[in-house]
């Protein structure tokens, strides 16, 4: 099989896919929780370093998200074009999610998007469970993506974290939760605003609302959570 490269087809980068397919990997993932109907059981690790090699190639990425395997979704995210990715696109791909897996992963690539924050806004009030989880999983991968982007923006997500904090989904509450503590990990202007919705939610009579709150408020609160921020600030 000929050596994966930026010239290589969506229909070569599938058969390499399939040739590395590993039925014990693929058997592992159920333990966390992950759908392997569409999976090939191939790591993160190694779908990266295909992408590294392939490289960016837009029109390539849709043909290869059209497969429906999830490993060549997966690299159809991280070598699509984040400035030619439009909110009709990501509400095409949000539309077919089935995992949390592929959710985290794409996420990331609609972060780059120049409608990231209406996509935010609209997948969180979506009632399929993991188009809501994109918006929150969003949240989380804007706070590492967008270094330049003013704390404003954030505090305006903490409203919508509490709205949804009562979605006992196990993959919407665990996703709100992870919003939760990036955003207060962000700065130490974040940080007094997150602990303190943290503290509601773990103070509220719903059982979902006050794990993620408790959850949220033991990391917050660490020592090294806030020595990490404090020297930041310095």
């Not at 935010?120 to 993991?130: G, K, M, P, Q």
């Not at 503590?181 to 303190?196: D, E, Q, T, V």
């Not at 503290?199 to 949220?216: F, N, P, V, Y």
Request: proline letters at 2%; one cysteine or more; a positive charge.
């Amino acid at each position: 099989m000929a050596e994966l490269s930026p010239q290589s087809s969506a229909d070569e980068i599938v058969a390499h896919l399939r040739s590395i397919a590993s039925k014990k990997n693929r058997l592992g993932m159920l333990r966390y929780g992950i759908k392997i109907e569409r999976a090939l059981g191939i790591s993160h690790g190694v779908q990266r370093q295909i992408a590294k090699k392939i490289k960016r190639n837009h029109e390539r990425a849709f043909e290869l998200w059209q497969t429906g395997i999830m490993e060549a979704q997966f690299i159809a995210s991280v070598t699509a074009d984040p400035e030619r990715f439009s909110g009709a696109d990501a509400r095409r791909w949000a539309a077919t999610f089935d995992s949390w897996d592929i959710v985290d992963g794409v996420s990331d690539l609609f972060v780059d998007t120049d409608c990231w924050k209406e996509l935010i806004a609209e997948f969180a009030v979506d009632e399929r469970e993991f188009v809501r989880r994109t918006a929150f999983a969003m949240m989380a991968w804007s706070v590492v993506h967008r270094k330049k982007e003013p704390e404003t923006t954030f505090l305006e997500f903490l409203p919508i974290i509490e709205a949804h904090a009562t979605d006992g989904r196990n993959f919407v509450k665990k996703a709100v939760n992870w919003a939760l503590r990036s955003i207060g990990k962000r700065s130490m202007n974040l940080h007094g605003p997150a602990l303190a919705l943290a503290l509601k939610l773990a103070a509220s009579t719903d059982r979902t609302a006050r794990w993620i709150g408790k959850d949220a408020v033991k990391e917050l609160s660490d020592a090294k959570t806030l020595e990490r921020l404090a020297a930041r600030k310095a």
